[in-house]
């Protein structure tokens, strides 16, 4: 609306009342109506008005509405904040329901449903509206049809609230079984984990003390045996080819002494003694005994005198100890 025809509202008003019928609106002048508190009277009958605006319900200050003859097909939710509407004039439009919150309107005395194709509960809570007493009648019953309309939403949106309060409670228990499952996983995998560190610690340490019980076992064993056991240490750690070497020598030197007394027994016990290979080694046997006979003197005197010698020192002995 132009500022023109803000400024022509002025001359519609007549006292309380703002008379805006036939001036073929489509559309309510809501913010133009606002500044005009003193208006509780409006008369929007004979337009072309398909709907009211949300904000329209704003305009607190009203007592009676003229909407008759519009083409009005809904109300805006909001209507039931007219706390101080008192009449209300829907007759002839296209009008099936009406919002739930008309329950709020507790001072509504006059209401006028006529020539609306109203849906068949409604309708007959409206009644007929042919003359003043059956529109007050109308209000009151509409009134009553729309509180049981509102009690059974406000029962529907508590059963509705009420569902949903019981799953967001059932949804938190299963939450917290999760949140408790999880956490005693977790200390479970904790204890297991220190479970494990521990018998790993408790192996370290049973390894680290055998090593050193084996290593103060070699310690004793090495003071328990000395320098005996330092020299075979020292034979044992000789080198094994050298060893090896000097066994192998070993072996063909007593190989070559049981050759020639093989040959030397031939030649003395059996009839090759007078071959001439067995003539030297004939000679070198009985020069060989010679020898050992002269030797085996030789050896009878030496422990003779050595057994002459022990006898006078341990005399000696004695007598000095006396």
């Known amino acids: 609306m132009s500022k023109s025809k803000v400024l022509n509202l002025k001359d519609k008003i007549n006292?309380?009342?703002?008379?805006?019928?036939?001036?073929?609106?489509?559309?309510?002048?809501?913010k133009e109506l606002a500044a005009f508190p003193k208006a509780t009277v409006l008369?929007?009958?004979?337009?072309?008005?398909?709907?009211?605006?949300?904000?329209?319900?704003?305009?607190?200050?009203?007592?009676?509405?003229d909407l008759s003859?519009?083409?009005?097909?809904?109300?805006?939710?909001?209507?039931?904040?007219l706390g101080n509407l008192q009449h209300l004039d829907l007759y002839n439009n296209k009008l099936s329901v009406l919002?739930?919150?008309?329950?709020?309107?507790?001072?509504?005395?006059?209401l006028d449903l006529k020539d609306?194709?109203?849906?068949?509960t409604l309708a007959k809570a409206a009644g007929d509206c042919l003359d003043e007493k059956q529109c007050k009648q109308c209000a009151s019953k509409v009134l009553q049809h729309m509180r049981a309309i509102q009690e059974e939403v406000d029962r529907t949106r508590e059963k509705r609230l009420l569902r949903e309060r019981e799953l967001e409670k059932k949804k938190e228990a299963k939450q917290r079984e999760r949140e408790a499952k999880e956490r005693e996983a977790r200390k479970r995998e904790k204890a297991e984990e220190k479970e494990k560190r521990r018998k790993e610690y408790n192996a370290q340490m049973a390894a680290a003390a055998a090593q050193e019980q084996q290593k103060k076992r070699k310690e004793e064993k090495k003071k328990r045996n000395g320098p005996a056991a330092d020299k075979?240490?020292?034979?044992?750690?000789?080198?094994?080819?050298?060893?090896?070497?000097?066994g192998l020598l070993f072996k063909l030197l007593l190989l070559l002494l049981l050759g020639?007394?093989?040959?030397?027994?031939?030649?003395q016990l059996t009839d090759l003694r007078k071959e001439a290979a067995c003539v030297p080694i004939n000679v070198a046997v009985d020069d060989s005994l010679s020898w050992a006979r002269v030797q085996?003197?030789?050896?009878?005197?030496?422990?003779q005198n050595l057994s002459s010698m022990a006898k006078e020192l341990l005399e000696s002995t004695q007598a000095s100890k006396n």
């Open 15 to 30: 006292g309380n009342e703002m008379d805006l019928s036939l001036c073929n609106l489509t559309e309510v002048p809501v």
């Open 43 to 65: 008369d929007l009958s004979c337009n072309n008005i398909t709907s009211l605006p949300p904000e329209f319900c704003n305009l607190t200050h009203l007592i009676k509405v």
């Open 69 to 81: 003859k519009n083409q009005l097909t809904s109300l805006p939710e909001e209507l039931g904040n």
């Open 99 to 110: 919002p739930v919150s008309v329950s709020q309107l507790r001072s509504l005395k006059w």
């Open 116 to 120: 609306n194709p109203l849906e068949p």
């Open 232 to 246: 075979k240490a020292v034979v044992e750690s000789a080198p094994k080819p050298r060893r090896s070497l000097i």
């Open 260 to 267: 020639l007394a093989g040959a030397a027994a031939a030649c």
């Open 296 to 303: 085996e003197g030789v050896v009878r005197q030496l422990v």
